[in-house]
């Protein structure tokens, strides 16, 4: 069973870099995949941040892209998120996410595992 | 970018009501559209993908219909265990994705 689990500061300063850290359990990270970030502001909607292919391309929301990094460790089955230049809009529930392949074609994706979610606040 | 629009952003309903839950997308997407449903401090649980196929443990009062650019969740008979936010996410632009801004289902 795969198991996801972000880490990092919940306290972040403005125009400071949010970092996060997702550790997973139950399967390799290298071996297939896209694995990402979501966000949700407080009560509000989702936002998908970016995504990592397990060969190590990435892929980046347009409103975000000049700001976020996503990079994989695969010695320690872990990827992470680095959002740079923060404000107190970044202020957001952050989820770390495995995505998986429709049955019958390899061209959709659902997200299929989730982590539990960290809060993390933009405030000085 | 495909956007996607969700409507109502929210409704009241009793239990036993049938609910539909509406999804435009601003292009065509096919089927390549999935329905989640979040309770309050928790992430998101897969309901349905590829717009009709029910996830596997899903109560069968769910289902997904649609193609293209209009899609329906619906709900045949609202249990009390369903009072959550349900939102649509479009997957035809991957590896980039969007999702509607969701709809909260609320006890009348």
């Known amino acids: 069973q795969v198991q996801m689990q972000e880490s990092g500061p919940g306290l972040v300063k403005p125009s400071e870099t949010l970092s996060l850290t997702c550790a997973v359990s139950?399967?390799?990270?290298?071996?297939?995949?896209?694995w990402g970030w979501i966000r949700q502001p407080p009560g509000k909607g989702l936002e998908w941040i970016g995504s990592?292919?397990?060969?190590?391309?990435?892929y980046y929301n347009p409103s975000l892209k000049s700001r976020v990094t996503i990079s994989v460790d695969t010695s320690k089955n872990q990827f992470s998120l680095k959002l740079s230049s923060v404000t107190a809009a970044d202020t957001a529930v952050y989820y770390c996410?495995?995505?998986?392949?429709?049955?019958?074609?390899?061209?959709?994706?659902?997200?299929?595992?989730w982590g539990q979610g960290t809060l993390v606040t933009v405030s000085s | 970018d495909i956007q996607m629009t969700q409507s109502p952003s929210s409704l009241s309903a009793s239990v036993g009501d049938r609910v539909t839950i509406t999804c435009r997308a601003s292009?065509?997407?096919?089927?390549?559209l999935n329905w989640y449903q979040q309770k309050p401090g928790k992430a998101p649980k897969l309901l349905i993908n590829?717009?009709?196929s029910l996830q596997s443990g899903v109560p069968s009062r769910f289902s997904g219909s649609g193609s293209g650019t209009d899609f329906t969740l619906s709900i045949s008979s609202l249990q009390p265990e369903d009072f959550a936010t349900y939102f649509c996410q479009q997957c035809y632009s991957a590896p980039t994705w969007t999702f509607g801004q969701g709809t909260k289902v609320e006890i009348k």
């Open positions: 292009q065509s997407i096919g089927y390549y």
């Open positions: 139950g399967y390799s990270i290298s071996s297939a995949y896209y």
């Open positions: 990592i292919y397990h060969s190590g391309s990435t």
């Open positions: 590829a717009a009709s």
């Open positions: 996410a495995r995505l998986s392949q429709y049955q019958y074609d390899s061209s959709g994706y659902y997200i299929a595992y």
